[in-house]
T-cell receptor
Framework: DAGVTQSPTHLIKTRGQQVTLRCSPK?????VSWYQQALGQGPQFIFQ???????QRGNFPDRFSGHQFPNYSSELNVNALLLGDSALYLC???????????????FGNGTRLTVT | AQKVTQAQTEISVVEKEDVTLDCVYE???????LFWYKQPPSGELVFLIR??????QNEISGRYSWNFQKSTSSFNFTITASQVVDSAVYFC??????????????FGKGTHLIIQP
């Protein structure tokens, strides 16, 4: 049973560039959430996708956008990268929308983004 | 707004000792969920437990146990007879179900647990 998979594992970008991160949910899950984890901090909620729509959003600017495909996989796009965007980006999947109260969130290994 | 505080930044113990990780939360909702996750060096967050606000029963799973006390807004995690493999960063998290979980999970800053052989 495949868990949550994310690609790429590591990424180095230059300030001002754009980046796309990808996530495949755990088998049987239909909801994908994205979190940003800065070094030494807990993950922060970016947004959640369910039924191909953004359902919930945390306190992140519009430079952060996403998409969910019919097969439930998802992409996170970040435009006009800033040095402060350097972080581990975690994807989580679950069955049904919400903050994990319907079903626990299962996380991937994350994508380490470095902005120089 | 909800908040999770893990006051212990780092804990170091010798193998086989018992260790308790503290978690204090703040929420205005009466219906909410609490979680503990483990993050090993690989980066993946591993789900350990979920507890809803109406269930204050303590839970034990092998060497792990959790003490939920609404009166003190705490959800502490104890590892009995710790092992080197328990070394990781542990996160406590909160989800407010009443508002539809609009902010996703709110995590604490984590406690880095080091188990020395």
């Amino acid at each position: 049973d495949a868990g949550v998979t994310q690609s790429p594992t590591h990424l180095i970008k230059t300030r001002g560039q754009q980046v796309t991160l990808r996530c495949s949910p755990k088998s049987g899950h239909d909801t994908v959430s994205w979190y940003q984890q800065a070094l030494g901090q807990g993950p922060q909620f970016i947004f959640q996708y369910y039924e191909e729509e953004e359902r919930q959003r945390g306190n992140f600017p519009d430079r952060f956008s996403g998409h969910q495909f019919p097969n439930y996989s998802s992409e996170l796009n970040v435009n006009a990268l800033l040095l402060g965007d350097s972080a581990l980006y975690l994807c989580a999947s679950s069955l049904g929308p919400g903050g994990g109260y319907n079903s626990p969130l299962h996380f991937g290994n994350g994508t380490r983004l470095t902005v120089t | 707004a909800q908040k999770v505080t893990q006051a212990q930044t780092e804990i170091s113990v010798v193998e086989k000792e018992d260790v308790t990780l503290d978690c204090v939360y703040e929420t205005r909702d009466t219906t909410y969920y609490l979680f503990w996750y483990k993050q090993p060096p690989s980066g993946e967050l591993v789900f350990l437990i979920r507890r809803n606000s109406f269930d204050e029963q303590n839970e034990i799973s092998g060497r792990y146990s959790w003490n939920f006390q609404k009166s003190t807004s705490s959800f502490n995690f104890t590892i009995t007879a710790s092992q080197v493999v328990d070394s990781a960063v542990y996160f406590c998290a909160l989800s407010e179900a009443g508002g539809g979980g609009a902010d996703g999970l709110t995590f604490g800053k984590g406690t880095h647990l080091i188990i020395q052989p």
